[in-house]
Every structure is written in C-alpha cells, then in structure tokens.
C-alpha cells in the first residue's frame, strides 16, 4: 500500500545517529572533536583523498577553499551559472569575478570546449560543479588547469559518491568542497568538507577555519581567519552516516536506473547522460522537459494530484539572480570591476533551466512507490 506523499526529500536518519549524538551530549564535549575526527578519517577512507577538513556547511567549504587557494580580488574564477547559489556566491566573498560559461546539452556541467574558449589572461581558477551528482569532465578540466597554471576546484556539494573511472570526486581538483546540509546524499544537518591531496593546502584550511590559528591551537593568530569550525553533534551524525552510505547510494542508484528505463521508453523526455566510466551519486533526479509538450509547472501540478512531490530546482540561474543584478551594491565593487550580469546569457543553461524538475529518487522509497512515480511520468508524459 502506498500512503504517503512520495517525498523528494526524506532525511535518512536511524538509531544509530541518533545514540552516538547521545554520546556526544553525555561526553559534554559539544566541539569539534573525537567524532568530526572520525569522521574525517572515514571521509579520507572512502574518497581516497589525503586530507578531509570538516567545517560548518558547504559555504563555508566553498569560502575556505577559495581563500586557502590565494585567489585574490578581481581574478577571474570560471564557472557555471546551472548550479545552487553558493557556488558564485563564494567567489564573489574574495572579491573575485564569476565568469560564467555554458554547459554540456547532454550532462549540465560546465562544457570544457565552452571553458577553453573563454580563458583570458584574468582567469585564476576553474570551479565546475558536479550537478546533480554527476561529475564534472575532470580529467578535461585537470589537462586544461594544468597547460594554463590555473587552479582547479571542484564544488562536489552534491557529489558524495560520484565516481570518473572508480575516483572519487574531490581528488581530481587542488581542493574540493562537499555539503552535509540535510537534504544531502550523506548528512549532518548542516555541515562541510572541505578535501584535497595538497597538504600546504590542507594545513591552511585548517588554520582559516580556526580564527588563523596554527594547528597547535591557543591564541597565536598567524593569519587572518573565521569561525567555520563544527559541532561533534554534526561529526556524529556524520560519522554514523558514513557506514550507510554505500547502501543509501546503491538505493538511490536503483530507483534512478528504474525511471532512465521508463523514460527512454517514452518520447520528448529525458534526462542527465551519463558519459563512460562517470558514476552519477543521484543526489537528485531530474526530469528534461526541453522537448516536451507538458513542462515543469504543469508536470508538477500533476505529480502532486497523483501523491508524488516534485519541484523545479534551478529555473533562475546563478546570472539571472537579483544578487547578480545589483552587483553594484556588493562592496567589492568599488573595486573590483564586475561585467554587466544582465548582458550574460549562455544559452543552454537558459534552455534547460526553465525546462528541468525534480522527482523523488530518496533511499526510503519503496519499491511500491518507486512504480507509483515511474506510473506517473508514464501519465503525465506518456
Ligand atoms: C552546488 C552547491 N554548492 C554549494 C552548496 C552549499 O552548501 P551548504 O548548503 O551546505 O552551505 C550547495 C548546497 O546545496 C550546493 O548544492
């Protein structure tokens, strides 16, 4: 029997998180400690990158990563405007300019054809995002930040288990920057990572996230740092979450692989491809509406009379934002000269932006409800 709405977000927590927080409470030790230390150590493990920092959310990730790399106001920072707002966000904190630049049709990641072409003497760094869950072309990206000396950073917010031939992202880039925010493939309620193979690197991000400290801790600042530091609340639920991964992965990969088999059935929708050897962590599974009659706001409507959540993610891209509008108002722009965001367009992303929604693809779903959304794509677009 199904009855419940079939969420898009269902937040996989069970005994086992919910005893080591116990823990954690009975230790009184509230801060950063023995479990965000565990937790790091598993993150490492099943990544496979040297270095895995734990800091308060993505953002923050994003903005350590990008102040430990050196980038400095007014560089060029190259990336995609199809993506969550934190990723241009944090370019703009360190004064440096968003350069955005199309994405692939088929995969919605940066294009790196499209990247190359737009490269100038202010390009400092390449920032594509694996959207979704897909990676990125990293090995483009890692040939290409390597003929030109810049850097490479991978937003992999949404790509806890996503794969290019078996590596995991977050080693292809310099540095790399995970979310643990609730809706997360792997969680802490809110939550960052920031990961790299670089060990200078490593020991910097560690000292921003602490005030500027060295690692010996106390009250010797060396540099000018934040407070991104995380609770061992957060480290425990993480920590507990890291054993279930594999198996929260292999569900969310089942009920994906499910909908791609009925959706090649059916004409004028699609979704993401998968190129060779990349694997997709299906953090979120859209639906491509480029070609079809029926589109998202409808779509969606009808999901929900039919018990299935669904939504459309990112209709307004990273450009097209408000923020992005009045980027006048940003304090780096009285000295830092920002383009006219209003005269960028990249026409693909504008194409699918408008012209993509979400389809619950959670662990939890059972395999009633997994038919029930697959029956509904068959109604609503069949
Ligand atoms: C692509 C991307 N980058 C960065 C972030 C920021 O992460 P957080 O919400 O943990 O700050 C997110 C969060 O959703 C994201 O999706």
Redesign the pocket.
């Known amino acids: 029997m199904v009855n419940r709405i079939i969420p898009f977000v269902d937040v996989s927590l069970s005994n086992e998180e919910i005893e080591e927080v116990h823990k954690v409470l009975e230790s009184k030790r509230l801060i950063e400690g023995v479990y965000s230390k565990e937790f790091e150590r598993k993150f490492q493990e099943y990544t496979g990158v040297k270095h895995a920092i734990t800091c308060a ?6 903005h350590l990563a990008l102040e430990a790399v050196g980038l400095q106001p007014g560089d060029e920072v190259i990336t995609t405007p199809f ?2 707002i ?2 241009s966000n ?1 370019i703009l904190f360190v004064g440096a300019i968003p350069k955005f630049v199309d994405v692939d049709p088929k995969t919605w990641n940066l294009d790196p054809e499209q990247v190359e072409m737009n490269i100038t003497e202010k390009t400092k760094a390449i920032m594509p ?3 979704f869950g897909l990676p990125a072309d990293m090995k483009a990206f890692r040939d290409m930040a390597d003929d030109k000396d810049l850097i490479l950073i991978e ?1 992999a ?2 790509a806890h288990g996503a794969r290019i031939d078996g590596v995991h992202a977050g080693n292809f880039g310099d540095i790399a ?1 995970f ?3 609730a ?2 493939n792997l969680i802490s309620g ?3 990572v920031v990961t790299t193979n670089n060990e200078e690197l490593a020991e910097k991000v560690e000292s921003l996230k602490n005030h500027g400290r060295t690692l010996e801790g106390g009250y010797k600042h060396v540099r000018v740092g934040f407070n991104y530091r995380m609770t061992d609340l957060q480290g425990a639920i993480a920590s507990a979450q890291m054993d279930k991964l594999p198996e929260l992965l292999e569900r969310r990969s089942a009920n994906a692989q499910y909908y791609r088999k009925i959706i090649d059935e059916i004409e004028g929708i699609d979704y993401q491809h998968i190129p060779n050897g990349f694997t997709h962590a299906d953090y979120i599974f859209a639906i491509d509406t480029r070609e079809a009659k029926v589109k998202p706001n409808e779509a969606v409507q009808q999901f929900k009379d039919n018990g299935v959540m669904a939504r459309p993610i990112y209709s307004t891209l990273s450009y097209q934002q408000e923020n992005f509008k009045n980027i006048h108002e940003w304090r780096w722009s009285k000295c830092v000269p920002y383009p006219d965001y209003t005269k960028v367009h990249c026409p693909i992303s504008e194409a699918i932006g408008p012209n993509h929604f979400e389809i619950p693809v959670v662990p939890s779903l059972s395999i009633e409800e997994r038919e029930k959304v697959a029956e509904t794509i068959q109604k609503v677009f069949g």
């Open positions: 959310n993505g953002t923050a990730a994003l993506t969550f934190a990723t944090s995002v694996h959207i937003d917010a949404q920057t979310s643990l925010y809706t997360k809110e939550g960052g």
